[in-house]
């Protein structure tokens, strides 16, 4: 800057202070803007791959364009003159309060990156016949798949009676817990109910 200041003339020399960290803003917010266009058409490109739903894909794009507006604010207050230790000393207590209301919510939020592996790796569809097996060798939760949100898997309950409407609500991170047994194409096959046994018949004695 000095030097800068020694190449103009001396009625230039008080417009320096003003105009470079404006011209360095303005360089900032342009860099900003163009960042935030590239990543939300990344993500749209990735959304539609992966047929991400409109609920996952938005909150994604959220999360990104208020990281890129942090990170900008930060580098114009650095412009502006704040001092580097104070920054620090903000994003810190940022971060700590940041950190603890993560933890306390954990159990939402390992739902929500449950559903992103569920929208990105595809374990299962909408449509499939799935069973949550709590053992290999035990019988769990079976259905058809007929939502997937954020929280929860939801599956048509086949063991159910037919006349009768019943969905269950399987938390994501439950799902990545257990063994799922999936069917891709037809349902799976009904167990036929297991016949009573017959009572025994007392035959007349002859005479």
Not at 3 to 15: D, F, G, M, N, Y
Not at 35 to 64: C, D, F, M, S
């Amino acid at each position: 800057m000095n030097r800068l200041k020694l190449l103009i003339p001396e009625w230039a020399t008080e417009w320096v202070d003003i105009i470079v960290p404006a011209i360095q803003i303005t360089l900032i917010l342009l860099l900003a803007i163009t960042l935030n266009y590239v990543t939300r058409k990344l993500i749209t490109r990735v959304a539609q791959h992966y047929h991400w739903p409109l609920e996952l894909a938005v909150p994604v794009k959220g999360l990104v364009r208020w990281l890129i507006i942090g990170g900008t604010c930060l580098l114009i207050l650095e412009r502006l003159g704040v001092s580097a230790t104070v920054l620090w000393t903000a994003f810190s207590g940022f971060a700590a309060v940041g950190a603890v209301a993560f933890f306390a919510a954990w159990s939402v939020l390992s739902n929500f990156f449950c559903a992103v592996l569920i929208f990105t790796v595809r374990p299962y569809r909408l449509g499939d016949y799935i069973e949550v097996l709590d053992g290999l060798d035990k019988p769990g939760a079976k259905g058809r798949v007929v939502d997937i949100n954020m929280l929860y898997t939801t599956i048509e309950d086949f063991a159910a009676d037919r006349s009768q409407s019943v969905v269950l609500q399987i938390p994501n991170t439950h799902i990545f817990q257990k063994v799922v047994r999936r069917w891709t194409d037809d349902p799976p096959p009904q167990q036929p109910p297991e016949a009573s046994p017959a009572a025994p018949t007392e035959t007349p004695a002859v005479p």
